[in-house]
């Protein structure tokens, strides 16, 4: 690991900032892990998947708020997920599956650090890094203590079929400046019951979806939140598919929408963990 950055909050919290790479199989995985190195007990964690398209980049400001609450805040790359991501892996490669198999592989090497508290992991995801983490937690429920879900693509099925229908499953998310998918990707996705595996976690979800969401119809999580036992849905009045640039991606000046609803969002993120925040360390 290597030192990148450090910060401070108002609560003269210090926070660094260090690259952490965890392994699935041959491929590597790169991310940078925000965390506080002073404090004197372990912390709880939070592990942030990105959107199709996008990497890490995308999800730093949001790991770097989160640390400042007092968390172990990882944001990564994707094997295979850009042509920009640091990670190892094809962009042919990548699927769904994957992409859960490398969620996997980094809670294995978050957990095993010894700064973090094990029993206090959370999941945190956008669009297509959302619907990963729901199935890893469906898989595993016991392995998180609960999960935040930004605009979670389960429709990507449902996606994958229109673009099939057009004749051309590889055109599937090459619209404003999103990578095409393989063939892997498609085939793997095109016939999945997404609804059959998400919903048996039964630990605390928080869900934020924008209510003008033209790519994720907000109906998905409104079905979503109905199938998990301790669920909230939070609407972000009119929120496209993406709360900030950075999420947003070349896709941005497509969908027109340039707001930032940091300020709304956040407050529901922090809302939703601050009975975690270690307070007798600040």
Known sequence: MGNADSTQTDMECVVDSVELWCQRDSNRIYGLMYYNPVASKVQPAVILSHSSSLTHEAMKGYAAAIAKMGFASYCFDFCGSSDKSKSDGLTDDMTIFTEVEDLRAVVKTVKSLDYVDSSEVYLL???????????????????????????????IPDMVKLFSSFGSWGDFGNLGGMMSMGEKYINSIKDYDVWSHIGKFSNPVCIIHGTKDIIVPISNSEKAVGLYPSATLYKIEGANHGFNAANLGDMGSLLGATADYGSQVMPIVQEFLKNKVISDDY
């Open 125 to 155: 995801g956008s669009s297509q890094g959302g619907l990963v983490s729901a199935l890893l937690a469906d898989e595993c429920p016991e392995e998180f203590a609960g999960m935040i879900l930004f605009y979670p693509a389960f429709n």
